[in-house]
């Protein structure tokens, strides 16, 4: 079982081949292909290698599968007793992507 952790939009992934992941938009149209260079780990299930901070050489591939939009978000603030109150919300840019392959070369 070999995995791998990426990291793009601030954030880490787990990620294995087949697998479909949402993360922050990202500028490329549904069907291209993105390459990830900023891997932190990666296993083929024997063995492990750990990036000092990112694994030399190694990449990820993925398709982009859709270009969406997340569930609303509503923040809602108020000060008790001293009639203030105000609604907020937003709607995260997402992106999701299919992992085609792990390659450590």
Aim: net charge positive.
């Amino acid at each position: 079982m070999a995995y791998a952790v990426i990291q793009t939009g601030g954030k880490q992934y787990r990620v294995e081949s087949g697998n479909e992941i949402d993360v922050e938009k990202l500028d490329a149209e549904v069907g291209t292909d993105i390459n990830f260079s900023e891997v932190l780990l990666v296993s083929d299930g024997a063995d492990l290698q750990v990036g000092e901070p990112f694994v030399s050489g190694a990449k990820v591939s993925a398709e982009v599968v859709d270009q969406f939009k997340d569930d609303k978000v509503i923040a809602f603030k108020f000060r008790r007793r001293k009639g203030y109150h105000r609604t907020v919300g937003h709607r995260r840019q997402l992106t999701r992507l299919k992992i085609k392959t792990i390659s450590t070369k």
